[in-house]
């Protein structure tokens, strides 16, 4: 445990075996440090004077010899100190550095940020999101009766519609023709929602959710998942498919 720890705090196998070795002599010539770890001797001088620098051995100067000791064991805690400046000096070269990089980045090689969902908490994760929407529009395109076995009514009606009217946020939405959403439509204006339907001929079951520059896409069927992709491009493509519908759609 004390070998693996000195070697965390930043010292070497070398160092490591020679302090271990100086610690019990009280002093000690690199000759003979180099006998006690089976190091050359070429390479136990180096070690005691990397040592020396790291402040955690002393040296002195005897005839035509280096005697080393071992500083008291609490210099071990100037290790720490002197790896956190190194630390600092890096971040701070990092720092100096970020805008150069940025500079020369390609902005076309950011990769689309991928995440997935599963379960109800997922759901509201994403949809908690899309509150925060700084387009103020929302585009969704669903099966209603499918989407309410996971966002319920009761949450919409209680939580979402407030949160976003008091967002001040615009949503429209392409669904087939039911019951229920003849009924969603009559409210449209009250709640900042516009609503058309889907040609009969057409029958969706899942769900396009589109804010900003995330396209969320859900299945409403089976074990309900959900992928939420945050890209520019990618939710430009998805809007353009979106406007076409909506063009397509029916209004009455």
Not at 28 to 37: D, Q, V
Not at 103 to 126: C, D, H, S, W
Not at 214 to 238: A, F, K, Q, R, Y
Request: hydrophobic letters at 35%.
């Amino acid at each position: 445990m004390v070998e693996s720890t000195l070697k965390k705090l930043g010292l070497s196998n070398n160092e490591v075996s020679i302090y271990l070795s100086l610690l019990p002599l009280g002093q000690s010539p690199a000759s003979t440090l180099a006998y006690r770890t089976k190091l050359d001797r070429g390479t136990a001088r180096y070690t005691c004077k990397q040592l020396v620098k790291k402040g955690i051995v002393a040296e002195m100067g005897k005839g035509n010899t280096f005697i080393y000791s071992p500083e008291p064991p609490e210099r071990i805690l100037h290790l720490l100190s002197e790896r956190q400046k190194e630390i600092d000096q890096k971040r701070d070269q990092a720092n100096r550095i970020l805008g150069d990089l940025h500079a020369i980045m390609n902005p076309n090689t950011v990769l689309p940020k991928v995440k997935f969902y599963q379960g109800k908490e997922g759901y509201r994760e994403f949809a908690e999101r899309s509150l925060k929407c700084k387009s103020k529009e929302i585009l969704f395109c669903t099966s209603m009766e499918n989407f309410r076995s996971i966002l319920t009514e009761k949450y919409d009606r209680e939580n979402y519609i407030p949160t976003r009217l008091e967002n001040d946020i615009h949503l429209r939405l392409i669904t087939p023709r039911t019951k229920l959403t003849q009924k969603m439509k009559e409210v449209d204006f009250d709640v900042k929602r516009e609503t058309r339907f889907f040609p009969n001929q057409f029958n969706i079951a899942n769900t396009l959710f589109i804010f900003d520059d995330v396209t969320t896409l859900i299945s409403n069927e089976g074990h309900p998942s959900c992928v939420m992709i945050t890209s520019e491009e990618i939710t430009n493509m998805m809007k353009m498919i979106f406007e076409f519908m909506w063009s397509n759609a029916e209004t009455d």
